[in-house]
């Protein structure tokens, strides 16, 4: 199909809200068409709307409804339209905070890698020069504190105002709070629901995070209430979902993905990192051994139509920089390029 019979066939498609065909008022933003690929970029003038998920399924459906060989190759990317005013102010979060985007990391399962990534992306993004935070909401094994090597670290309380406010610790240019500090490590699984949401939200609403570009959020494997608490209390504005090649084909993956995308919650997945991608002896440095499948990711990817953000390799030196306090993104080495790479990607995905 040509780029223009692709939007043609989004004329159909009405946007419940005004009545509006999406074309016609201005919602494609782009569509670009290859033989054996189509992207799609949606942008609603208004963060979350509810019928984002909706439309986006129409979208997918038209296409492959008239062309059926593009099916599970279709990418729709729904951003939230240009400001109409210059230079809005952004938006504050606490009295004393102003952060850009918010970014929800997460996983159908615990043990995939998930807080290792984001303390890499973090620090990766941190050495592409954006001001970086780390909200660790791990209730059930924080583990941010031992990934930047501030174990330990008891955040001083500021009076501002009349907020008080937690100052959080700060290591390879990134302000990391977590509610390992708050506990220690061996009471996190007894912790009930309501303490915890509670402990949550003091950490969300009273640290002085100052100005930041991405605050980080290491959300506990699963789906559950403490999810939704974050994700209401938080505003977060994407979401990054971390899978082994293993659980990619699972449905946990999927139900991680869906729970961004519930009603009333439609938070934008970014996409996914595949850690554990493969497996490259150090002395057989050209060989890349997939242990377990390989293209799963890609395939998962495009048939949820969000971008395959990177892929990181088992490596020796990630592990040991997890239990060293040492994340390898700080280090100009090849494993480092490789969360630096996501991490470029991921802000592109944001728009900043
Ligand atoms: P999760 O947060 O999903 O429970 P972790 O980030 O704690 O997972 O990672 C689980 C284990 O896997 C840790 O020991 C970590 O060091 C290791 N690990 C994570 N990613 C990699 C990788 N790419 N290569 C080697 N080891 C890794």
Do not use: C
């Amino acid at each position: 199909m040509t780029q223009q019979q692709i939007t043609e066939s989004l004329r159909t498609i009405v946007h419940p809200e005004t009545g509006a065909d999406i074309v016609s008022s201005g919602m494609v933003e782009r569509v670009e068409a290859a033989p054996d690929k189509v992207s799609v970029t949606l942008a609603f003038p208004k963060g979350r709307d509810p019928f984002a998920a909706s439309i986006r399924r129409q979208v997918i459906q038209q296409i492959t409804d008239r062309d059926p060989s593009l099916a599970g190759k279709i990418t729709v990317v729904i951003k939230e339209a240009a400001p109409k005013k210059a230079a809005s102010a952004p938006e504050k979060r606490s009295a004393a905070d102003r952060i850009r985007r918010v970014i929800a990391v997460a996983s159908g399962k615990g043990g995939v890698g998930k807080s290792t990534v984001t303390a890499n992306l973090a620090v990766a993004l941190a050495r592409l020069g954006y001001k970086v935070g780390v909200l660790d909401a791990d209730i059930y094994g924080p583990s941010q504190p031992r990934m930047f090597g501030v174990e330990g670290y008891l955040p001083p309380a500021v009076k501002e105002g009349d907020e008080e406010l937690m100052i959080p610790a700060e290591a390879y240019g990134v302000k990391v709070m977590s509610i390992g500090f708050f506990i220690a490590p061996t009471d996190a699984l007894v912790w009930r629901g309501p303490m915890a949401t509670n402990a949550l939200r003091q950490m969300i609403h009273q640290t002085r995070w100052g100005e930041l570009d991405f605050l980080l959020t290491d959300l506990p494997p699963g789906t559950g209430d403490v999810h939704l608490t974050i994700l209401q209390e938080l505003k977060v504005d994407g979401a990054v979902i971390v899978s082994t090649p293993q659980q990619v084909a699972l449905a946990d993956v999927v139900r991680g993905i869906q729970m961004f995308r519930a009603p009333k919650i439609e938070i934008p997945v970014l996409g996914i990192i595949e850690n554990m991608a493969w497996f490259t002896p150090a002395e057989l440095p050209e060989n890349r051994y997939y242990l377990f499948g390989k293209g799963g990711a890609q395939a998962l990817a495009e048939r949820e139509g969000i971008a395959l953000l990177g892929q990181i390799p088992i490596i020796q030196s990630v592990m040991e920089g997890a239990e060293n306090g040492r994340p390898v993104a700080s280090e100009d080495s090849l494993s480092g390029e490789y969360y630096r790479e996501a991490a470029r990607k991921t802000a592109e995905k944001t728009g900043l």
